[in-house]
């Protein structure tokens, strides 16, 4: 017997409710993971790994998460509420990410090693640089009337397309780290290949939220 439109519905909500609530406990626990891994303080290396993971896994995923409809730890509160937050978030995570990437490139210095000579280098300091010019974007949402010549809606639009970017280059970032000889030092197997499946999972279900958000809303506009 054919689903009828409302069951479906139904069934696709309790699916992405399901997902978004993996991406929380996966971007969390990939974090603590990697916190385990590098034993912070241990050496100055060690805070590399656990600033780029809290950045890119834990906060940018939670300040994606918070305008999911089904998985927001703050659906109760306003759309502006929810916006504050999410930008505290991004600032947090953009800080995280400058100080992994500072200390990184103090630590090569001091080994006397070349950076940014290698994918994960590059594509790092470009996740960096892209996460700085969206955050500043962002200030444009925070406070429109700076755009006269833009409507609010395609400032969403634009913003969450290009956020989208930033994150898919995030998640690039931290899978291109877990081939880095420290990390498959580490973590071998198993492990490893479950390590790789949590950026692939919360990019999934971000992706996902963004595109019924904000792509197919626009497709379906006359």
Not at 33 to 40: G, K, N, W
């Amino acid at each position: 017997m054919a689903l009828t439109l409302e069951t479906e519905s139904r069934i696709y909500r309790s699916l992405r409710t399901i997902f978004g609530a993996t991406a929380h406990l996966v971007s969390l626990g990939f974090t603590i993971f990697v916190a385990v891994l590098a034993r912070p303080g241990s050496s100055l290396f060690s805070w590399h790994p656990l600033l780029m993971s809290l950045a890119f896994s834990f906060l940018m995923t939670e300040a994606l998460l918070v305008f999911s409809p089904e998985s927001s730890l703050l659906r109760s509160f306003s759309r502006k509420a929810r916006a504050r937050f999410h930008w505290a978030l991004q600032l947090l995570s953009l800080t995280c990410a400058i100080l992994g990437l500072a200390i990184i490139s103090y630590n090569k210095y001091l080994n006397g090693k070349d950076h940014f000579v290698t994918w994960h280098g590059q594509t790092g300091l470009l996740t960096v640089f892209y996460a700085s010019m969206q955050c500043m974007g962002g200030v444009a949402l925070l406070y429109p009337k700076l755009m006269k010549n833009w409507t609010l809606g395609k400032l969403k639009l634009y913003h969450a397309t290009s956020g989208l970017i930033g994150y898919l280059l995030g998640c690039a970032s931290l899978m291109l780290g877990m081939s880095s000889l420290w990390f498959t030092a580490a973590v071998t197997g198993v492990s490893w290949y479950l390590s790789i499946l949590c950026p692939i999972l919360t990019s999934l279900v971000v992706m996902n939220q963004v595109s019924n958000a904000y792509l197919y809303r626009k497709r379906i506009q006359p």
